[in-house]
C-alpha cells in the first residue's frame, strides 16, 4: 500500500511562487511515474507535470517554462516548483503514482492565485 500526501498549497498573489511536496510513503524507487494534476472549479482534472522513470519530465503546455517538477529518492519525497503563478492556475493539486498496475492518488492541496 502506497499513501501519498501533499503539502505547500496555499494563497498567492499572481507573479507569486509556491513549492509543493508530496510524500510517499513507499519506498519510490519502484514507482516509475509520479505526477502532480490539479482540477479547477468546474472542471476536469488535469495532468500539470510528470516525471517517468525518475528522470524523463513532461510538462503541460500551460505551466511549460514556469513549473518545474523533481523528486528526491532519498526523502521518497517528489515536488512541484511553481513560479510565476496566475489565476488560471487556481486549484486543488493531487499528486499521483504508479507502481506496476496499481495507481494511487493524494488527497489534495488546495492553491489559490489572487488577481
Known amino acids: 500500500q502506497v499513501q501519498l500526501v501533499e503539502s505547500g498549497g496555499g494563497l498567492v498573489q499572481a507573479g507569486g511562487s509556491l513549492r509543493l511536496s508530496c510524500a510517499a510513503s513507499g519506498s519510490m524507487f519502484s514507482m516509475h511515474v509520479m505526477a502532480w494534476h490539479r482540477q479547477a472549479p468546474g472542471k476536469q482534472r488535469e495532468l500539470v507535470a510528470r516525471?517517468?522513470?525518475?528522470?524523463?519530465?513532461n510538462y503541460a503546455d500551460s505551466v511549460k517554462g514556469r513549473f518545474s517538477i523533481s523528486r528526491d529518492s532519498a526523502k521518497n519525497t517528489v515536488y512541484l516548483q511553481m513560479n510565476s503563478l496566475k489565476p488560471e492556475d487556481t486549484g486543488v493539486y493531487y499528486c499521483y503514482a504508479v507502481r506496476g498496475s496499481f495507481e494511487y492518488w493524494g488527497q489534495g492541496t488546495q492553491v489559490t492565485v489572487s488577481s
Open positions: 516525471i517517468v522513470s525518475g528522470s524523463s519530465t
